[in-house]
Nanobody, 128 residues
Framework: HVQLVESGGGSVQAGGSLRLSCTASGNTLHSSCMAWFRQAPGKEREAVSAIDSDGTTSYADSVKGRFTISQDNANNAKVTVYLQMNSLKPEDTAIYYC????????????????????WGQGTQVTVS
């Protein structure tokens, strides 16, 4: 059984920083692509960033240079993915969701929500 649990959301002023964490249980996830998506009120869900099992990272243009994704997969029983968010802007306000695929993902597919099978419950980020 795979479970994704996010944490680290909150409220911050523009220009501030937050770090989101996603802990994923299930040893099959060590070969998965892990990603962060976000959805703002009244808007469609959008991909923010992803990291594949080989460490390859991808970012949306809107967050490049401000957000950094990383992962800790030293524990065989779980994978933890982080999203360090700096220089936050009001337009970054959204619910942020962690997602995981079931295996390696082609680089062109990282931003497609259909790539991911497992999803977390989401964590709210508010920038004012």
């Amino acid at each position: 059984h795979v479970q994704l649990v996010e944490s680290g959301g909150g409220s911050v002023q523009a220009g501030g920083s937050l770090r989101l964490s996603c802990t994923a249980s299930g040893n099959t996830l060590h070969s998965s692509c892990m990603a962060w998506f976000r959805q703002a009120p009244g808007k469609e869900r959008e991909a923010v960033s992803a990291i594949d099992s080989d460490g390859t990272t991808s970012y949306a243009d809107s967050v490049k240079g401000r957000f950094t994704i990383s992962q800790d997969n030293a524990n065989n029983a779980k994978v933890t993915v982080y999203l360090q968010m700096n220089s936050l802007k009001p337009e970054d306000t959204a619910i942020y969701y962690c997602a995981a695929s079931t295996g390696r993902t082609p680089s062109w597919a990282w931003s497609d929500g259909r790539t991911y099978v497992f999803w977390g419950q989401g964590t709210q980020v508010t920038v004012s």
